[in-house]
């Protein structure tokens, strides 16, 4: 019933209307996407889309970054507002200006923060306030590398894990790391630690990707010792280092792409994207390394999809008001140029 009201509203509208959608969404939601990808691909089509109406399945952080890029006379939507990301919710942005602050202030240096897109937008305007920028999992390394050329040492947030990850391909020593204790507002962090350090990282993560082991390679190495081990580099270090390749959601698709026929391979990531993966290459074995569903991404259901979809012309959008929406326009503008 639904999918047959989502396909006639989007009859109606044609060109007006665009669906985007994460690849972590279920198939009953990818099916009726005009354009599916990561973070970052999402976010440089904004710019492209001629539609007045855009609707993101994926979580709140994805809309708004929408919504700070959209054109005057676009309008942003998302099906259920309350698709959030446990990992964004570690790092408030009051939380990171003080602690930005605070650092500059008692280490004299120039800390350029670079958040994880996996931030709400106010967060983004600190980035986009203090000189700093965003970045994906795609983009990291770029990122990072161009982070720590703009100043004295870079404040990576909110995932450590793809901070080290990013940090061991870019060959930084470990001991020019510092993963801070945040606790009693940043009253905790050693201020040594931080001024030796060329990267300061914030202590979050991802629980989709943290719930994978390194028993759980060890296992298929066992039962599948031809296989190939791709994971998502918000794993844990220790596991990416046991893996054959790791990347972005983007990449793992690729990596699955390319293989040659016959190919057993094993993707550390949430499951929908493993298991539409798998229907999609059956002339490969594609295996999930565990069972790891993304609860917020979940709540974007036909249902609601088809709701907003019926009354889009009231429904609230998603917008971003302007002493947030234009200095984290600057942030996200800044990754975009230095990736283009």
């Avoid at 509208?13 to 279920?26: D, F, N, R």
């Avoid at 650092?103 to 986009?128: D, E």
């Avoid at 703009?150 to 990013?166: E, I, W």
């Avoid at 059956?282 to 295996?287: P, R, S, Y």
Wanted: net charge neutral.
């Amino acid at each position: 019933m639904y999918s047959k009201i989502i396909k006639d509203i989007k009859n109606k509208y044609g060109a007006k209307l665009a669906i985007l959608g994460h690849h972590y969404q279920s198939d009953e939601i990818i099916q009726h996407t005009d354009l599916k990808g990561d973070s970052l691909e999402l976010a440089r089509q904004i710019g492209n889309l001629d539609a007045e109406y855009i609707v993101f399945c994926g979580v709140h952080f994805m809309a708004e970054s929408a919504a700070i890029l959209r054109k005057e006379n676009q309008k942003i939507f998302i099906p259920d507002k309350s698709a959030g990301c446990v990992m964004a919710n570690m790092a408030p942005a009051d939380l990171v200006e003080k602690i930005i602050e605070k650092i500059s202030r008692q280490t004299g240096k120039k800390v350029i923060p670079l958040a994880y897109v996996n931030t709400p937008a106010a967060v983004k305007a600190v980035c986009g306030k203090y000189d700093g920028s965003v970045c994906t999992s795609a983009n990291a390394v770029t990122m990072m590398k161009w982070a720590l050329e703009k100043g004295d040492s870079v404040l990576f947030l909110p995932d450590k894990n793809l901070a080290m990850n990013t940090a061991d391909k870019l060959g930084l020593d470990e001991t020019e790391r510092y993963e801070m204790d945040i606790r009693n507002c940043g009253d905790k962090i050693d201020m040594n630690s931080a001024s030796k350090a060329r990267l300061i990282m914030w202590p979050g993560l991802c629980p989709i990707h943290q719930r994978f082991k390194i028993k759980d390679i060890d296992h298929f190495r066992t039962k599948f010792p031809e296989a190939k081990i791709a994971v998502h580099p918000e794993c844990p270090p220790e596991l990416v280092k046991k893996s054959d390749a790791d990347g972005s959601t983007s990449f793992l698709i690729k990596y699955v792409e390319q293989a040659p026929d016959g190919a057993t391979i094993v993707i550390g990531t949430e499951t929908n994207l493993v298991d539409r993966l798998a229907a999609k290459y059956k002339n490969k074995t594609i295996l999930p390394l565990g069972q790891s569903f993304c609860s917020n991404m979940a709540k974007i259901t036909e249902k609601n999809l088809a709701e907003l979809l019926q009354n889009i012309e009231t429904f609230n959008e998603e917008d971003v008001d302007d002493n947030i929406r234009i200095p984290a326009r600057k942030a996200l503008e800044r990754m975009l140029e230095a990736c283009s």
